[in-house]
């Protein structure tokens, strides 16, 4: 393969492509970042409404004893024709309570035992679309 002499002309053309890429990736990686940073607060023994892209959620957190809390997940409303028939599902996990990442769905409650809740514990709530949300539980 012959070696060919670098012109000008070639050097500008390499350089607005680069610049040109760098720019779309960043571009990307800011516009992702903005959209999976949603906060919701919520309290013990009242409905938290959350949404991603096609259904509305409604989430309860109720406190059946001092070491047991009752999550129940329920669809508000979905973009879908058939919504009777969906089961959606999310995964929820929390350091505050070493909840690892656990799979609910609306047909199902979830029971967890705790030792200790504190004041404002945050869960990290992952839908079907993959969005992220962090609900803040407070008393």
Do not use: P
């Not at 991603?52 to 999550?71: G, H, M, P, R």
Request: aromatic letters at 6%; hydrophobic letters at 40%.
């Amino acid at each position: 393969m012959a070696a060919e002499k670098l012109t000008k002309a070639r050097l500008v053309q390499i350089t607005l492509i680069f610049i040109v890429l760098v720019s779309a990736f960043t571009w990307r990686t800011i516009e992702h970042r903005e959209e999976i940073s949603t906060k919701i607060s919520c309290k013990k023994e009242q409905i938290c409404q959350f949404k991603d892209l096609e259904t509305d959620y409604s989430i309860l957190f109720n406190q059946v004893s001092s070491s047991e809390l009752k999550i129940t997940l329920q669809i508000i409303k979905n973009k879908m024709e058939n919504e009777n028939q969906i089961t959606k599902s999310i995964w929820l996990s929390s350091q505050g309570i070493k909840l690892e990442r656990t799979h609910l769905s609306t047909s199902q409650e979830l029971h967890l035992s705790i030792i200790n809740l504190e004041n404002k514990n945050a869960f990290i709530i992952e839908t079907d679309t993959n969005k992220l949300i962090t609900l803040i539980l407070s008393n």
